[in-house]
C-alpha cells in the first residue's frame, strides 16, 4: 500500500506511464503478478448490454448513494463538491432480477455499489452447484476484490431482486486517483474497508462450520 500511495502523490507524468496493453492501472501487475489461468477481460459496457442494464439519472443516483454511504467513515469526510465529482465519474444504472452481474473466474475491471436490491454472491462448485456465500444490499460492494487486485473473480454475483447499482471502472478509479487522490484513496478505503469487513464474516462462518463438523479423524 505504501507504494501505492506514493504513486498516487507523485507526478501525473509518472502515473501515466503507458501500462499493459490489458492493464487497468494502479491495481494491475506492477503489484502482484495477474493469475494464468483467468477468462478474458469482461468490460462493464458489454457486461451492462448482456444484463439489460438501463441509464439511471445521475440525479436519481445521488440520493441513493449519499442514502447507502451516508454512515461510511471516507465517503462521509468528503466535501459536497468532492461527492458531485464522484458521481461523475460512477455510472448509474438499473438491472432486472436473475441477471449475473459479475462471472466467477473472469478478470475483474469493475465493481458495483448496491443501492437498493438483493445480490447473491455465490462460488461455483466444480460439478456446477452454487454455494451462497452472501447476499449483498445496499451499501455493499460486489467485485471491489478484483478492482483492487486485478486477480479473477473469486465468485458469481446474480441479482435476486430488481436492483439500482453504481458502477464504478478500473478506468475511472485510476484516473480519480491520478487527478483527484483524496477522492481516490477515499473510494479505495471504502472498498478495502468492506472487502475486509465481508473476509472476516465469511472466516466467522467457515470458522464455526468446521467446528460443527468436529475434529477431522486421523
Not at 493469475?35 to 451492462?48: I, L, N
Not at 445521488?62 to 471516507?74: E, I, K, V, Y
Amino acid at each position: 500500500m505504501k507504494h501505492l500511495f506514493e504513486r498516487i502523490l507523485g507526478g501525473h507524468a509518472a502515473a501515466r506511464e503507458a501500462p499493459a496493453a490489458d492493464d487497468e492501472g494502479y491495481f494491475a501487475t506492477q503489484f502482484m503478478e495477474r493469475p494464468e489461468a483467468v477468462r478474458a477481460t469482461s468490460a462493464w459496457t458489454a457486461r451492462a448490454l448482456g444484463v439489460g442494464a438501463h441509464a439511471l439519472a445521475p440525479e436519481e443516483g445521488m440520493p441513493l448513494l449519499n442514502q447507502a454511504w451516508g454512515a461510511d467513515h471516507f465517503f462521509a469526510a468528503l466535501m459536497p463538491a468532492e461527492r458531485e465529482q464522484v458521481g461523475r465519474v460512477l455510472e448509474f444504472v438499473t438491472v432486472p432480477a436473475g441477471r449475473e452481474l459479475i462471472h466467477q473466474d473472469e478478470k475483474g475491471d469493475y465493481a458495483l455499489i448496491i443501492l437498493s436490491g438483493v445480490v447473491a454472491v455465490d462460488r461455483v462448485q466444480p460439478t456446477g452447484e452454487r454455494a451462497r456465500l452472501a447476499e449483498a444490499r445496499e451499501g455493499d460492494v460486489v467485485g471491489e476484490m478484483s478492482l483492487l487486485d486485478a486477480g479473477a473473480r473469486f465468485a458469481s454475483c446474480l441479482t435476486l431482486t430488481p436492483c439500482r447499482l453504481a458502477v464504478l471502472t478500473g478506468q475511472a478509479l485510476d484516473d480519480m486517483a491520478i487527478d483527484d487522490p483524496r477522492i481516490g484513496m477515499a473510494l479505495t478505503y471504502s472498498m478495502a474497508r468492506r472487502l475486509s469487513l465481508r473476509t472476516r464474516q465469511l472466516s466467522a462462518r467457515l470458522g464455526a462450520l468446521l467446528a460443527s463438523q468436529g475434529p477431522t479423524p486421523r
